[in-house]
């Protein structure tokens, strides 16, 4: 009911001959603004031009996306405030989204990784027949979890996992995958820390020149040097 609107949509088609597609917020009867896909294109009748038009409410698409985009705000807030991020690939298994945080934690920007796939990026230091069974299950759009992997960058070496799952539409068509991945350094090197500590343990122990046992509070033999 915009008389300025309606000007302006005439003149557009008057000058372009050609279908006029808007999107706008009208006021529906409940008060409430409603997105609304207006397509407007011309005619000729016995009295002169019409204007004719179909209009589609794009209400519930822009709430999705306004829903997913808020979904992707509180991820990215978890992912800040921990040494995670959040990712997402296509059906051509590229990447499409990451959360900023991926920069903090790898040292590489979002839109680095955007285009890219797992290949794309690079062989990470793992056994190859691991990366290998990674790939395939990938190819074969199953799920995955805990994929473990390091890279070396200036500061040392870095310890990182992913998860991910297929995403499907409702007719079973493969869309994508989604997933996390997060920074375990700090666990990995308090396990090898550990490791370390016992080997010396166990060595300690076996240097005795007499017999020595430690048993566990539940009665499992702990150590024991073989004097």
């Not at 056994?127 to 473990?148: N, Q, V, Y």
């Not at 997060?182 to 370390?196: K, L, V, Y």
Request: net charge negative; hydrophobic share 35%; charged share 35%.
């Amino acid at each position: 009911d915009d008389p300025v609107l309606a000007e302006q949509v005439v003149a557009e088609i008057e000058n372009n001959g050609s279908v006029l597609e808007l999107e706008v917020r009208l006021a529906s009867g409940d008060g409430k603004a409603r997105l609304v896909k207006e397509c407007s294109w011309s005619k000729e009748t016995p009295d002169g031009m019409v204007l004719e038009g179909l209009f589609q409410d794009l209400s519930e698409r822009d709430y999705f996306h306004e829903q997913l985009q808020q979904t992707k705000d509180r991820m990215e807030d978890c992912a800040v405030s921990s040494s995670e991020w959040f990712w997402e690939m296509d059906n051509d298994l590229r990447f499409t989204w990451m959360s900023n945080s991926v920069e903090t934690i790898v040292g590489r920007p979002p839109e680095w990784h955007y285009g890219k796939s797992r290949e794309d990026i690079g062989l990470p230091n793992v056994d190859p027949e691991d990366w290998d069974d990674h790939l395939g299950r990938l190819k074969r759009r199953e799920a995955f979890s805990d994929f473990i992997f390091h890279r070396t960058d200036p500061n040392g070496v870095r310890w990182f996992k992913t998860s991910g799952v297929p995403i499907f539409d409702n007719a079973g068509e493969f869309l994508g995958y989604r997933g996390i991945g997060a920074d375990i350094t700090q666990r990995i090197e308090a396990e090898r820390a550990a490791e370390r500590a016992r080997d010396l343990l166990f060595n300690a122990v076996e240097w005795l020149d007499e017999s020595f046992v430690l048993w566990g509070p539940d009665d499992r033999l702990l150590v024991a040097n073989r004097r």
